[in-house]
């Protein structure tokens, strides 16, 4: 299930769950509860005043955030903040494992999140972010055998990622072109 089908099934089923429906929680937190904008007191709030699940907090908070004016950044926005400061060398690799997989179809966009860039057909195939120890991580979904490649490793919770590796700051254009075949075999395996 993708976040926004998530969020539309948590957000339906909220008064019978929590007694009020999203627009009454919304107003809620505007007349009595944190700022809207800080959405971690706003979910602390709901957990510790008012009993409320996870999932519902996060839907509550995010709506509320939304009335309250906050806008979301766009995806260059979340992939400018990853690749900021220390981690700005990584970027040129960044992109062009992104102009890899956007390159496999007219179903493929990227979207925005704040510790990884999701890049998604039907469902999210590959994530990339930066990794650890001047790396950038390229995490990918496989529903079926992964193909055989020594760089693979089981990936520990990366996004919606099966297996990842890591590419070297010092990574060359035929470092990025071996991800091909990892890519196209995600990118089918999701569509």
């Known amino acids: 299930m993708e976040p926004a089908d998530m ?42 005043v008012h009993g409320v699940p996870q999932n519902s907090q996060w839907a509550i908070a995010d709506a509320a955030a939304t009335a309250a004016g906050r806008q979301r ?22 992109d062009a494992i992104i102009i890899l997989a956007e390159g496999l179809g007219d179903d493929v966009r990227r979207e925005g999140r704040g510790t990884y860039i999701p890049v998604v057909r039907r469902t999210q195939f590959v994530a990339v972010a930066p990794g650890p120890r001047d790396t950038v991580r390229v995490g990918f979904r496989f529903r079926e055998t992964p193909p055989d490649d020594e760089r693979l490793s089981p990936a520990k919770g990366f996004a919606q990622a099966t297996h990842w590796l890591h590419l070297a700051a010092d990574a060359d ?12 075999a995600a990118y089918r395996q999701n569509g």
């Open 7 to 48: 969020m539309a099934a948590v957000t339906t089923s909220l008064d019978e769950r929590t007694g009020r429906s999203l627009d009454e929680w919304v107003a809620l937190v505007r007349e009595t509860g944190p700022d809207p904008l800080d959405q971690r007191a706003v979910r602390a709030w709901l957990r510790e």
């Open 73 to 94: 950044p766009d995806v260059d926005a979340y992939t400018d903040a990853l690749y900021s400061g220390a981690k700005a060398h990584l970027r040129p690799i960044h």
């Open 173 to 184: 254009e035929d470092d990025l072109r071996s991800l091909e075949p990892l890519l196209q």
